[in-house]
């Protein structure tokens, strides 16, 4: 497991005792050989690296090296540090003291949590620094979803973040260069070197960028199955510990929910078809396992910042907030200030959305084969389909369809008789045919209404 401690190294040349600093090419043999970084190591590693002193090949060098030999949980801490100060820290008033929190997840097929989630907090009297990322692969990035709300514009300077904060309490914004620079040029070279998957490297990404956001409280949504990176629960549990111990180790108070991506999550898989989803979340509406997931990590994060004392006064607030129009209101103000027209937003928000977001001009109706109770929807066939219409990216270059994707017309539980439509692809180009027969044969029909696997999981408190 990546997760154990590595044995101190036995080799004196290489052992952790305080001594000249070492080259580049010392670090990675360090690494290679595989020894413990000292902090010492890891900070030289990362200044050189952002001053331009660590060859492309150096660095596929050391990043192969972690990758085979892993990152023990101090090093990982050690550093996640020198990656959040390799750029800026953002800071923030001194009245606004244990206010800024955030969310991250680790993403899945229809995962769009954020984009109610960050407004709710908001019109709790939290303030909600988002910086979000782009969608490669099966999960969607929560940027491209709010581009596909016209006028949206997700690179803000560092002012007009922290006039969002005083303003409205959120936005959900791309990273700047400013942030955690040393992260830009890793995360690019792990894509071209195939050494994603490393548990320190990849929770060193994540939790680097959310401690420079400069917040106290964070809530993780770690994911697994068929619909996301982690296959397995075991998997998600491990990296749970990993995000979570590292965070706190930074300072940061840390609380994780696991939860499945065994099906989708919600009903719509696809940018602008989220978005509507999340305005119906915003309403108080939509989706059971939607709602639910942005009720459990708003309280979680409302007992984190000590807001309320338990997690059943949390979950009543972020409903309240939800039922209410108050996550709404926040979320339409987020969108002015992020450069949406006023009158759309307001549209957007208040009226049937479909006069504002992208529409594909073509639809397809799923049907079910035989009459039953849906046990689940199959969630990298759905993805796959919505990917090859235009809805997702296999290479950070590849231009989106905004309008593309695949509309679910039940979730697991729900009754479905034959010849029911249970699923609408929407589409502006042909629909491949072996891709359209993965989809339509995704979804699992029983006789048993009780086969469902809940959405949570388990839940991670500090």
Known sequence: SLLQETVPPVNRE???????????????????????????DILTWVRLLVDGGVSDSQLGA??????????????????????????????WPKEWAGQLVDKHSTGG????VSLPLAPALAACGLKVPMISGRGLGITGGTLDKLESIPGYRVQLSLEEIKQMMEEIGCCIVGQTGQICPADKLMYAARDITNTVGSLGLITSSIISKKVAEGISSLVLDIKWGAGCYQET??????????????????????????????SPLGRAVGNSLEVAEALDCLRGQGPRDLRELVVMEGAMVLVSAKVVESLEKGKQQIENVLDSGAAMDKFQQMLVKQGVEENIAAEL???????????????????????????????????KLAIALGAGRSHPSDKLDLSAGVELHVEPGDHVNQGDVWAVVHHNKDIPAHLLHSAEAAITITQDKDNVLPRITQILLD
């Open 62 to 91: 050391w990043l192969m090296a972690v990758y085979v030999h892993g990152l023990s949980l101090q090093e990982t801490s050690w550093l996640t540090k020198a990656m959040v100060e390799s750029g800026i820290t953002l800071t």
């Open 233 to 262: 629960l075991e998997k998600a549990e491990e990296m749970a510990a990993a995000l979570k111990q590292t965070s706190e180790s930074l300072g940061v108070s840390t609380t994780a929910v696991i939860s499945h991506m065994e």
């Open 349 to 383: 928000c208040t009226a049937d959305n479909n006069n504002i977001l992208p529409m594909a001009t073509t639809t397809t109706n799923l049907v079910s084969k035989i009459s039953g109770w849906v046990e689940k929807v199959e969630p990298s066939a759905i993805a």
């Open 109 to 112: 097929v229809g995962d769009k």
């Open 14 to 40: 290489m052992a952790n005792t305080p001594g000249p600093v070492k080259t580049v090419p010392e670090i990675i043999a360090c690494k290679r050989d595989g020894h413990s970084l000292s902090e010492d």
